[in-house]
């Protein structure tokens, strides 16, 4: 499977990847060697505690050089009043009668409880292309979906305020 990922994407995890091979990967190793000089590993809680950082940050590093390895690069080609990534969207639930504000983001930024929704969710894959106006039928799955209205479309900055998800 290949991850959808923007160029911006892709140059913010090389730089999340470099400061903790750089920086937090000695200072991490430094926590670990400070522990293990307190004494008997077995009971030392500071030695578990740091070596679990130091494994967590490796973890992290593998994750985001596998997210690069498996990167297919996309771009927002979507005209200024389509649905597209970086776009803020106010969609109206008609089954609900609520509406709604978020951007669309790629998978890696996603975040619905801060507003961002994934491209490849089925909303996001759904309204992709739409313009103000349209009507557009979400399918979550084979047996159930729901209509919204799209109500504006803003062009958010080229997404660098926008955080990777951190795991």
Known sequence: MYN???????QKMEEEIEYRRV?????????????????????????HAAKKEKNKNESRIRYLQRMIKTAHVIKDETADDEVGLNKKVKIYFEDDEEYEEFILVTTVRGSSVNGLISTESPIGQAILGHKKGDRVYVKVNENAGYYV???????????????????
Not at 26 to 47: C, I, T
Request: hydrophobic letters at 35%; zero cysteines.
């Open 4 to 10: 959808d990922l923007t160029e911006n994407d892709i």
């Open 23 to 47: 920086v937090l990967r000695k200072e991490l190793l430094e926590d670990v060697k400070e522990a293990r000089a307190h004494g008997d590993l077995s009971e030392n809680f500071e030695y």
């Open 149 to 167: 209205m799209i109500e504006s479309i803003e062009k958010v900055a080229d997404g660098d305020d926008i955080e990777i998800r951190k795991f």
